[in-house]
């Protein structure tokens, strides 16, 4: 199982720099499989949360610096050579398909092919209401999306003609580096969302859900979306987001490495491990655990 780790992305601008470099290149060369961001673009003071029910309350205040992750793994492109590069997730809907797709082309080709791109609707209603994006229809806009973006990525001549978008006959290059496309890992655990990783999808990436959740509820869930697609389970890639907490880190190391075996028992292949803190100097102090005993730990698992 391969272990991937979050950059640092609400760092002060004068320090984001030298931040996002110093986490990434150190990442790299403690051998992490990947560099991950997660996508919002603006924190509104006012919510409601999740589809205005009230919960779901972002953690970061709305003064606090958070750095657009496209731009993050574009730079997180340059200072690397081998890590991938992930989102966790991009949300569909904040940008424009086209420009996205090419975006995410030219991050695919400026790092030799190493993007995976994670995917999700969002759930935060101010947000993607401030962006343009229909919240109730956000589910069949994202599907739109998806094959936007494929058809921009894979079609000689690319033409798509849907409810939300019209791309008429154009040039699209470049064409990213991976063949047929950069990896589409769909976040989200309901109904559509699994069937969307089962019809539009290479993976599912999942959140920090308990192993017992994913072995009583979540997999099963997911097997009948694929089934009901008439898609081999086994060809889905299996991800989640763990998040790492300073209550488990004061409980030890072996918390994490038991945790992270479990995982990998129920057939995960690639687990982003999340600890972003404001200060880069404990960044790094939990990066030295992650790569120096857990990582070793799980790999003997």
């Given at each position: 199982m391969e272990l991937g780790v979050h950059l640092p992305t609400t760092q002060q601008p004068d320090v984001a720099h030298d931040a996002l470099v110093t986490f990434a290149r150190e990442a790299e060369k403690r051998n992490m499989a990947s560099l991950w961001v997660s996508d919002h673009v603006v924190i509104p003071?006012?919510?409601?949360?999740?589809?205005?029910?009230?919960?779901?309350?972002?953690?970061?205040?709305?003064?606090?610096?958070?750095?657009?992750?496209?731009?993050?793994?574009?730079?997180?492109?340059?200072?690397?050579?081998?890590?991938?590069?992930?989102?966790?997730?991009?949300?569909?809907?904040?940008?424009?398909?086209?420009?996205?797709?090419?975006?995410?082309?030219?991050?695919?080709?400026?790092?030799?092919?190493?993007?995976?791109?994670?995917?999700g609707v969002g759930w935060w209603k101010e947000e993607l209401e401030t962006l343009g994006v229909p919240y109730a229809r956000r589910g069949?806009?994202?599907?739109?999306?998806?094959?936007?973006?494929?058809t921009l990525w894979t079609d000689e001549r690319p033409s798509f003609?849907?409810?939300?978008?019209?791309?008429?006959?154009?040039?699209?290059?470049?064409?990213p580096v991976q063949k047929p496309h950069p990896p589409i890992w769909v976040g989200?655990?309901?109904?559509?969302?699994?069937?969307?990783?089962?019809?539009?999808?290479?993976?599912?990436?999942?959140?920090?859900?308990?192993?017992?959740e994913l072995r009583e509820d979540l997999l099963p869930k997911l097997r009948i979306a694929a089934d009901?697609?008439?898609?081999?389970?086994?060809?889905?890639?299996?991800?989640?987001?763990?998040?790492?907490?300073?209550?488990?880190?004061?409980?030890?190391?072996?918390?994490?490495?038991?945790?992270?075996?479990?995982?990998?028992?129920?057939g995960f292949t690639h687990v982003l491990v999340e600890f972003r803190r404001e200060d880069l100097t404990r960044m790094l102090e939990i990066l030295d655990l992650v790569a120096g005993t857990v990582k070793p730990a799980v790999d003997a698992a």
């Open positions: 003071h006012v919510s409601t949360g999740y589809g205005g029910t009230g919960g779901g309350r972002f953690p970061h205040p709305p003064e606090r610096p958070y750095l657009e992750p496209v731009v993050m793994l574009t730079a997180a492109a340059m200072c690397t050579t081998r890590v991938r590069l992930g989102s966790s997730v991009f949300i569909l809907g904040h940008r424009h398909p086209v420009v996205m797709a090419k975006m995410l082309s030219t991050i695919d080709a400026l790092s030799s092919g190493r993007l995976i791109c994670g995917v069949r806009q994202a599907d739109e999306i998806l094959r936007v973006f494929k003609d849907g409810e939300f978008f019209k791309v008429r006959d154009l040039g699209f290059a470049p064409k989200g655990r309901t109904a559509a969302a699994f069937r969307r990783v089962a019809t539009l999808g290479d993976g599912w990436h999942a959140t920090s859900h308990t192993p017992k009901a697609a008439k898609r081999d389970f086994k060809t889905i890639d299996l991800s989640l987001r763990f998040t790492v907490t300073d209550a488990m880190l004061a409980e030890g190391s072996q918390v994490l490495i038991d945790r992270l075996g479990e995982y990998k028992r129920l």
